[in-house]
């Protein structure tokens, strides 16, 4: 049974470790818009989770109904953490993959 090439094994921990702070640029870099009622309550978030937006239509402001509105933002707000998941899952997911077959 062969040892195993440790420059070569060193190279590829290195290619993926660069992959991988690639993929966290890009997760940090990206924007999510996630929405409620079709639109008429949306919540912007970066990929950090951090919320950078919230825009209300004046259609769904009922000042007799302030749970709903509640409701709908964190609604919006939950999808767009879902969103944020989704594009961290999309750029890390082939490369946590990956990291399995180095060892």
């Known amino acids: 049974m062969t040892q195993p090439d440790m420059s070569q094994i060193l190279a590829q921990a290195q290619q993926m470790q660069a992959q991988l702070q690639a ?18 309550v949306t919540v912007t978030m970066s990929g950090n989770g951090a919320v950078t937006a919230v825009n209300i239509d004046p259609k769904v402001v009922d000042p007799e109904d302030v749970d ?24 890390m ?7 399995g077959g180095l060892f």
């Open 23 to 40: 993929a966290q640029q890009e997760i940090l870099a990206s924007s999510v818009v996630g929405d409620a009622a079709n639109g008429l």
């Open 68 to 91: 709903t509105l509640q409701d709908l933002v964190l609604a919006a707000f939950m999808d767009a953490h879902e969103k944020v998941a989704a594009v961290a899952e999309e750029k």
């Open 93 to 99: 997911g082939p490369l946590s993959q990956g990291m």
